[in-house]
């Protein structure tokens, strides 16, 4: 069992900064796959990185998303740059054994945290 808290969400202008943490318990951290997700109003949750040994974006934030780890805290950030109003969206972040781009990959979920970047 592995159970995810995030934190790190709020208001920002466009063009701002905003750094999201994951704190992970419950299982070895440094093995699973960490995941980050996000959904807006009306959307289908859709991948934005994940990261086990590499790490991995989709191309809609490639360049301005970064997702780093710190083992020794179990804890996945997700530092986002030159946020724009399309960021606008509930962020999850997911573990799982097996990690990619799909929900399915991922076993455990946070509760998500809001982002909202304005024009």
């Known amino acids: 069992q592995v159970q995810l808290v995030e934190s790190g969400g709020g208001l920002v202008q466009a063009g701002g900064s905003l750094r999201l943490s994951c704190a992970a318990s419950g299982r070895t951290f440094s093995s699973i796959a960490m995941g980050w997700f996000r959904q807006a109003p009306g959307k289908e949750r859709e991948f934005v990185g994940w990261s086990r040994s590499s790490t991995y974006y989709a191309d809609s934030v490639k360049g301005r998303f970064t997702i780093s780890r710190d083992n020794a805290k179990n804890t996945v950030y997700l530092q986002m740059n030159s946020l724009k109003p399309e960021d606008t969206a509930v962020y999850y972040c997911?573990?799982?054994?097996?990690?990619?781009?799909?929900?399915?990959?991922?076993?455990?979920w946070g509760q998500g945290t809001q982002v909202t970047v304005s024009s």
């Open positions: 997911a573990a799982g054994l097996v990690g990619g781009r799909v929900t399915s990959s991922y076993t455990y």
